[in-house]
């Protein structure tokens, strides 16, 4: 969609009348860094970028846009894999970053909660918690460059929420910006509040297609003081499943992570990483990454070896890391083989979920459908076991043109959502939807679902200038032709 001219013209007049100065970027240069997210893979043309300094400020940028039908998005670290936070290639909306309201305003070990503005990098509202011995669990690859107001607008979900819960389960209260300008005072760090509707689980998740998060009471949880980490490798998928159900019974909550790796994935890790060695002394077909936390005087190490010794042959062979640095190592394969699986270039990404007792026939069923379909294309598949999420990638074959890896992508895709259909699975586990997956969303959404989704969009965002294309279709043309 492209906007007329003399439309974006009028939309900038009216900005940099009303709008106080130095919050207001036009230029093509500023503009650049906030026209792509950190994958590359989609890039927008913004009409310009508003950088409040407050919530007044969002909140008169707000009301302008509401006046003039300015269609606005909201933006936080850029690191969202859906293209939600990206302008409209076509032009015409306004890029809000969060990113001068950066403040952890406050921090209770007592309350094991702290506000912290939308703007504030993930990794620093830990490191703020975890100056007063507490934890806040979020965690994930991007927590370096990802900003709490995206966090909480994805719901992001990441390696913890095994024992944690998603970001929507550490919410207390958030502060945000209605579409009109109108500010919603939700902030509270109370843990029983059973006073009507719980109004922030509408914006969580919600990608800022209902208002702008400006500020969120977080839960935190006390730090631990262990941290256990095992490497282990087994036989099947199957088996992978089994033992994770053994651990959440002999591990109990002290399990934080159960990461599944595939061989292909170790291998992607070794090739990319020649200081790295084969992590068991014997390959396998797959793998799980183990984590466990605990406080006080629970002996972890012991608890988390006896697991493994007594897992009943399910085992071939593992490691328990002897220290932290050892452990942060085991995570790097990780890290690594998300990192390389592209080969330097583009692949799809997949995010889906299934009920855990179906992940390991799920995987299988997956795997088959996409070799018989697409053999010479490699598949990279890793997971998070114990909340039934899997990331299946498919990375295109040496020397493929542009064109035929874009045909590729969306029949890879097609092949793998109609096997989580079939496993009554969802499209998309912890990334969202935004404009990449918005269609695959639109045609499995029940229409009674569909009717409440547009009823809440249009009583909060009844001009249509929040996040427009973003989960629900337009609601209103808002300028485009």
């Known amino acids: 969609m492209n906007v007329v001219p003399d439309l974006e013209a ?4 009216a900005l940099s009348a009303a709008l106080p100065d130095g919050i207001l970027m036009t230029g093509a240069e500023d503009l650049s ?39 606005v998005v909201p933006q936080g670290g850029l690191t969202g894999l859906v293209g939600a936070a990206v302008a409209d290639p076509g032009g015409g909306e306004l890029v809000v970053s969060l990113e001068r309201l950066d403040r952890v305003r406050t ?9 912290v503005e939308a703007g504030c990098i993930l ?36 390696f913890n929420v095994l024992r944690y819960g998603m970001t929507r389960d550490l919410v207390l209260g958030l502060e945000v910006v209605l579409s009109d ?63 994770y159900a053994r651990a959440r019974r002999e591990c109990s ?34 793998y799980v990454l183990i984590e466990a936390a605990a406080g006080g005087r629970v002996d972890l190490k012991a608890i988390l070896e006896d697991f493994l010794i007594d897992a009943g042959g399910l085992v071939v062979d593992g490691v328990v890391a002897s220290s932290r640095a050892q452990g942060e190592r085991l995570w790097l394969l990780r890290e690594v083989m998300v990192e390389a699986q592209g080969r330097g270039g583009r692949y799809l990404r997949t995010d889906v979920s299934v009920p855990i007792s179906t992940l390991a026939a799920f995987v299988d069923a997956a795997l088959e459908a996409l070799a018989a379909r697409h ?21 295109p074959p040496v020397g493929m043109g542009p064109e035929a890896v874009e045909a590729l992508f969306h029949a890879a895709e097609a092949v793998i959502f109609d096997v989580v259909d079939r496993f009554s699975g969802s499209i998309s586990a912890e990334h969202g939807i935004g404009r990449v997956k918005r269609s695959a969303f639109l045609e499995r959404i029940d229409p009674v679902s569909l009717d409440l989704a547009t009823r809440v969009k249009q009583a909060l965002d009844p001009t249509g200038i929040m996040s427009a294309g973003r989960i629900l279709a337009p609601l209103a043309p808002i300028g485009y032709r």
């Open 375 to 395: 053999p010479d294309a490699l598949a990279v598949t890793y997971g998070h076991v114990g909340d039934g999420n899997v990331h299946l990638n498919v990375v």
């Open 33 to 71: 860094r906030y026209s792509r997210d950190w994958s590359g893979d989609h890039v927008g043309r913004p009409l310009a970028v508003a950088r409040p300094r407050s919530v007044a400020d969002v909140s008169r940028i707000l009301a302008l846009c509401h006046a003039h039908a300015i269609p």
């Open 107 to 115: 921090v209770s070990p007592i309350d094991f909660a702290m506000v």
């Open 253 to 286: 909550d002290l399990l934080t992570a159960f990461e599944l790796i595939l061989r292909g994935g170790i291998e992607i890790a070794l090739a990319a990483r020649p200081d790295f060695s084969e992590p068991l002394s014997e390959a396998c077909p797959v």
């Open 10 to 13: 009028g939309r900038l007049a």
């Open 181 to 243: 300008g109108r500010v919603w005072n939700g902030l509270k760090m109370l843990r029983k509040d059973n006073r009507g509707y719980d109004l922030k689980q509408l914006f969580i998740g919600a990608e800022g297609t209902l208002g702008i998060v400006t500020a969120a009471a977080l839960k935190l949880h006390p730090r631990p003081t262990q941290v256990e980490t095992a490497l282990v490798g087994l036989r099947s998928v199957e088996d992978v499943m089994a033992l």
């Open 123 to 158: 990794e620093e509202a830990k490191r703020q918690a975890d100056a007063v011995d507490c934890l806040l669990p979020i965690t994930f690859g991007a927590q370096g460059s990802c900003r709490i107001g995206g966090t909480v607008a994805t719901n992001a979900g990441g």
